[in-house]
């Protein structure tokens, strides 16, 4: 590592790059109702950089086939609370995206569907390789009042929002028989 030279970082740097996301995250058990898995939806590929809190993304909108690539800083800055993150993400070109790849990542792959229930917009995330089988919802709100007063819609099988498990970062490291076995280890009726 080359080091930053004498000094150290200066920690308390400025919010004007960082919004703060605030979602509530669901479990489920099966696909919502109307969700049609031919219907529009996007291809996620997230590398999360070793040891750092860096996720490089590449997002394929399917019926267009372009692509979105960034790479992303987000953290928890109340644990363990993980309904409110730090987001600052930079959009790369395709060169920039090719650079950052070199860095060892741990890769998760899903597929995101838009979906709409009462009004409210969620993504449906049905996951890919040693995840296939998870699927998450999540939806996301402007205010603190307003996702706290959230009710689980009817499809939800366990409210995750506040579990670190369930965060892309925890989640890269296991394996949908990993979120079984804990599932059932908390609760046997839970084992969805």
Known sequence: MKGIGTGRVFQDHSRKYERVERERRFLLRELPPGLDLTGEHTQITDNYIT???LRLRKLRWVSTNEWTLKLTQKHT????DFSRTLITSI???EYEYEVLSVFEGNELRKNRYPYEHEGR???VDIFLGALRGLILAETDFEADDEMDDFAPPPFAFIDVTREELFTGAR???LTAEDIRAELSRRAP???G
């Open 51 to 53: 040891g750092t809190r």
């Open 77 to 80: 800055p109340a644990p363990p």
């Open 91 to 93: 959009y790369l070109n």
């Open 121 to 123: 917009k969620y993504s």
């Open 171 to 173: 989640l890269v490291g």
């Open 189 to 191: 009726d839970a084992r």
